[in-house]
């Protein structure tokens, strides 16, 4: 069992990060949360989840340990697999998942993709008790970055929506969309809001 993966970040995309671990690169699955707080740095520890199944070997990596506890909750929720959990944690912060699930917004659960009101409806009943113990403050501050070039932002939000299964055209009128909107938003902020419209 892989309880955390340490070295040098050596790639990132808002959906891989790739850490090189004394000559060995490891592809790692990450969150917008993650993506967000390890940007910029060069050197980065993520706590590991594996999924080992008969098809793959996957690797889902957490900048926090609180992070990987919620997407190990997530995961053991009937009908929720390591991509959707993962999505949920790209559309809300910890905290805000927190906060919808001890308050029982199944509405604003029901946004992110592939969530339907029953499964959004099970995830609370099954983890609002639970979550508790994780012991995230509901106002975590917003990880923040400074703005980059708009065609990079676009063309990274588009292949990260992409990556997490979107077909590319309407991601990319969505994306152009809300930059237009926000032209000022980063990337994890357009691709959040693209991951409720689409």
Do not use: W
Not at 47 to 61: Q, T
Not at 90 to 102: G, H, K
Not at 114 to 141: N, Y
Request: proline share 4%.
């Amino acid at each position: 069992m892989i309880e955390y993966i340490k070295g040098e970040l050596v790639e990132e995309t808002p959906a891989l990060a790739v850490v090189d671990c004394n000559g060995l690169g490891y592809a790692i699955n990450i969150s917008l949360n993650t993506y967000s707080a390890v940007q910029g740095k060069r050197n980065v520890k993520l706590y590991i989840y594996e999924a080992i199944r008969e098809d793959a070997y996957v690797l889902y990596g957490f900048a926090t340990k609180e992070e990987r506890e919620l997407f190990l909750m997530l995961i053991s929720v009937s009908g929720i697999g390591g991509n959707t959990a993962r999505m949920i944690l790209s559309a809300l912060s910890p905290a805000e998942l927190c906060n919808v699930i001890s308050n029982g917004n199944d509405k604003l659960l029901k946004t992110v993709k592939g969530i339907g009101l029953k499964t959004a409806q099970r995830i609370i009943v099954e983890l609002k008790d639970k979550i508790s113990s994780i012991g995230i403050s509901p106002s975590a501050p917003a990880n923040t970055i400074s703005t980059v070039v708009h065609s990079e932002i676009y063309e990274e939000a588009v292949a990260a929506l992409t990556m997490l299964g979107f077909a590319q055209a309407p991601s990319q009128k969505v994306v152009s969309a809300i930059l237009k909107e926000e032209p000022e938003a980063p990337v994890e902020k357009v691709i959040k809001i693209a991951l409720k419209r689409l």
